[in-house]
């Protein structure tokens, strides 16, 4: 969120208010406090016809964060002006919430896990409902409708489905980058298409421009058509913005992606592997986020260097209480993974896949991590077969 360019963002209403609800979240209610107030800054210099339900949701942040400082007679204060707000611009007929709240809502969601960019799904079309030809709720509806779901839930309907809202997103904002360059890979996922003209045409605009809205969408196109192309296009984007974090972790993660595309373990793939950590050592260097440091543990044990890999993993474990459900569950994919790679610890990989399916949480990783229990059980040769098979009929028992 703090890399972004806040002369340049499209959206610093929603920013502001998000950026709010994170530093609350943390515990930096006076961060939170701030940030509101920015936005509230915004939403009045603004002067739109929105703006008066924009306040609605604003100043409920408020209040909550001035309840959790203890200031309580802010903090009543601020619901009293929610209530007028609510009564000069209420609810359309039919609509448990107004339009513009139930979208803000949306868009918070819509940046966190498959779960609730799923409620944000629900909440956009309750937006739509009222307000269908806002460009705004269409467009959080197709950024929400594209990352939701895991491989296993895709079907042609879905995928058709989610093409359809995205190329309706896509027509209705022309020159929103994001829009464009998602509608790119959908297309290109769906198989409709040569996009290849398209995808020049966009890259060019953005190295012209210098708005990199949308760029790791047309990376990820590259990742389906080839490796080499990304890596190309990926160092000569890192020539032209050397200073971009953006551009460095989507770099990084083409050579990351690289490796994994390497099933047999060579010298080749190892030196792949280093290219990446060279990398990854850079990002984690000024953002040490779980993401990165877990890429480095990865690509380290893909190296050959296990004890480098273990060191971070260990660190990550450490915190685990503090990672979100989907995140978790990718820590323990990933190292009981490792586990048993370099390891040799079956034993001990058993149980980072089974704390990983214990989550109940929908993600790609907590399926991959079952699959392989099941597959562990169907094979019949580990002496855990019966322990693993009662406790999937556990954690599996509601699906």
Not at 41 to 50: F, L, R
Not at 231 to 240: M, T
Not at 243 to 258: E, G, H, M, N, Q
Request: charged share 25%; proline share 3%.
């Amino acid at each position: 969120m703090q890399n972004l360019d806040q002369e340049t963002c499209t959206w610093p209403v929603h920013y502001y208010n998000l950026l709010g609800y994170i530093h609350q979240t943390l515990g930096s209610n006076s961060e939170a406090v701030k940030h509101l107030h920015k936005a509230e800054s915004v939403i009045q210099e603004q002067g739109t016809e929105e703006a008066g339900v924009q306040l609605q949701v604003n100043k409920a942040n408020l209040a909550w964060v001035y309840f959790h400082l203890g200031e309580m007679d802010k903090s009543k204060g601020y619901l009293e002006e929610v209530e007028r707000l609510q009564r000069m611009h209420p609810a359309p007929p039919g609509c448990t919430l107004h339009p513009e709240v139930s979208g803000e809502k949306a868009w918070t969601l819509v940046k966190f896990n498959k779960s609730k960019k799923r409620q944000a799904i629900d909440y956009f079309k309750m937006a739509l409902n009222a307000e269908p030809d806002r460009k705004e709720w269409h467009k959080g509806l197709a950024s929400a409708t594209s990352r939701a779901y895991i491989w296993s839930e895709f079907t042609p309907e879905l995928e058709a489905d989610i093409l359809e809202q995205v190329k309706t997103a896509a027509e209705m904002n022309p020159n929103d980058l994001f829009l464009q360059s998602l509608y790119i890979l959908r297309k290109s996922k769906a198989q409709v298409e040569n996009n290849e003209e398209e995808v020049q045409s966009f890259l060019e605009r953005t190295l012209s421009t210098g708005n990199l809205n949308g760029l790791g969408f047309i990376f990820e196109y590259f990742k389906l058509v080839s490796f080499e192309r990304a890596i190309q296009e990926g160092q000569r984007f890192r020539e032209k913005f050397p200073t971009s974090t953006k551009v460095l972790k989507i770099l990084a993660d083409v050579y990351k992606r690289k490796v994994y595309s390497m099933k047999e373990d060579s010298q080749e793939r190892q030196a792949w592997a280093q290219k990446g950590i060279e990398l990854f050592e850079e990002v984690v260097r000024d953002y040490p986020d779980w993401t990165g440091r877990l890429s480095l543990a990865t690509l380290y044990r893909y190296a050959h260097n296990t004890e480098r890999a273990d060191e971070i993993y260990q660190q990550l474990l450490s915190e685990k209480d503090d990672l979100p459900p989907h995140t978790q569950q990718l820590l323990y994919y990933s190292y009981s993974c490792h586990l048993h790679q370099c390891r040799r610890s079956r034993d001990q990989s058993i149980n980072y896949h089974m704390k990983a399916a214990a989550i109940q949480n929908t993600s790609q990783d907590r399926q991959k991590s079952i699959m392989l229990l099941k597959q562990t059980v169907k094979n019949g040769r580990n002496y855990r077969c019966e322990e693993i098979s009662n406790f999937l009929k556990i954690v599996l028992k509601d699906e």
